[in-house]
């Protein structure tokens, strides 16, 4: 079945300790992002990644990495989580052909 | 920067009531338009997209959407909703930069 996966889907951390939300597709598709939502301000791409070892910045980068070593993964990475990141993440990859983005399930983050 | 608008924060129905969701973009070369859903707890989902042709495009479930380029619309109808379209609607723009724009959403609520 052709998927986009995420882990964890729910995650409480605190302050400054690191975390990485996980992303995997089964699609062998180039592009991938990540979106965060929020209430009132839908989703924004935080990263995106064109294929492997290509990565870019999207609307709000701040306070996130990312890295494409292999085309089915692209980890999101939070060295030092803030409370402002608190917030629902989405994993997609996208269809070239298609040019439609197919979004994982969403990890669900706390910072306190 | 391109931005993409939907007016109607919460929209409240009765089932079988007709629907109309707004949705305004802001770019002025090719787009590629988009409506995603998002049920209650759930990951989001492609109802329809228009890449070009018909400006009249019918999707999953009974919605259909309509391009109007002069008004940079993409509105979202459903003639008769039912209590299952209860979710969030996102309306999504790719103008070809590597970006998927999307709106802040528009949650239905359809009471039985």
């Known amino acids: 079945e052709a998927q986009v996966t995420q882990n964890p889907r729910y995650l409480i951390t605190v302050t400054g300790k690191k975390l990485t939300v996980t992303c995997s597709q089964n699609?062998?598709?180039?592009?991938m992002s990540w979106y965060r939502q929020d209430p009132g301000l839908g989703l924004r791409q935080i990263y995106y990644?064109?294929?492997?070892?290509?990565?870019d910045k999207g609307d709000v980068p701040e306070g996130y990495k990312v890295s494409r070593k292999e085309k089915r993964n692209f980890p999101l990475i939070l060295e030092s989580p803030s409370p402002n990141q608190t917030s629902l993440y989405f994993c997609?990859?996208?269809?070239?052909?298609?040019?439609?983005?197919?979004f994982g399930p969403g990890t669900r983050l706390t910072v306190l | 920067a391109q931005s993409v608008s939907q007016h109607n924060h919460h929209v409240i129905l009765s089932e079988a009531a007709s629907l109309e969701l707004g949705c305004n973009y802001s770019?002025?070369?090719?787009?590629?338009l988009f409506w995603y859903v998002q049920y209650p707890g759930q990951h989001l989902q492609l109802l329809l997209k228009?890449?070009?042709?018909?400006?009249l495009v019918k999707g999953i479930k009974g919605f259909e959407a309509e391009f109007i380029k002069s008004k940079f619309s993409f509105n979202l109808r459903k003639p008769s909703v039912q209590w299952s379209d209860t979710a969030e609607y996102f309306c999504?723009?790719?103008?070809?930069?590597?970006?998927?724009?999307f709106g802040t959403g528009t949650r239905l609520l359809v009471s039985p």
């Open positions: 997609a990859s996208r269809s070239e052909v298609r040019d439609t983005q197919y």
């Open positions: 699609m062998n598709h180039e592009y």
């Open positions: 990644s064109m294929n492997v070892e290509v990565t």
């Open positions: 770019y002025g070369g090719t787009v590629n």
């Open positions: 228009y890449f070009s042709g018909d400006p």
């Open positions: 999504a723009v790719n103008t070809g930069f590597q970006k998927l724009v």
